[in-house]
């Protein structure tokens, strides 16, 4: 199945009770296995986890720790980008030249780089003194 088969496919399960805006996303690794994530919403707002974080929880539960390519999916109006949060975990295992491809369930979607979602990017070089 296509990354957007596979987010399409799993956004439905979201827990959004609060929002209602389900999110799906789906993670392609060098060796070829998927893994997907959707949001979790708590009603201790702050508490709840994004469609990326669980996709890439996942992905390292499954034993992989790189992303080749991931794809998120939302019922928007415009292709929605994840949250600050989620540029810096996706930025944890993926290279700068990594697709993002961003879609919403009308059809429409952007592809952009890692490089491109998360500009100024900390990494562990920043703790090399510690």
Do not use: W
């Amino acid at each position: 199945m296509s990354l957007l088969d596979l987010a399409t496919e799993v956004r439905p399960r979201a827990y959004a009770p609060y929002s209602r805006f389900k999110v799906g996303a789906a993670i392609r690794t060098p060796s070829g296995a998927t893994y997907v994530g959707v949001n979790v919403e708590n009603v201790a707002y702050p508490e709840g986890t994004c469609a990326e974080a669980g996709a890439i929880a996942a992905m390292v539960a499954g034993g992989e720790t790189e992303i080749a390519e991931i794809l998120v999916i939302a019922d928007s109006p415009s292709p929605v980008p994840p949250c600050g949060g989620c540029r810096q975990k996706i930025a944890e295992f993926a290279r700068p030249d990594v697709k993002v491809t961003l879609c919403t369930t009308e059809g429409a979607h952007k592809v952009m780089t890692v490089a491109e979602l998360l500009p100024g990017l900390y990494t562990a070089a920043h703790m090399a003194k510690a």
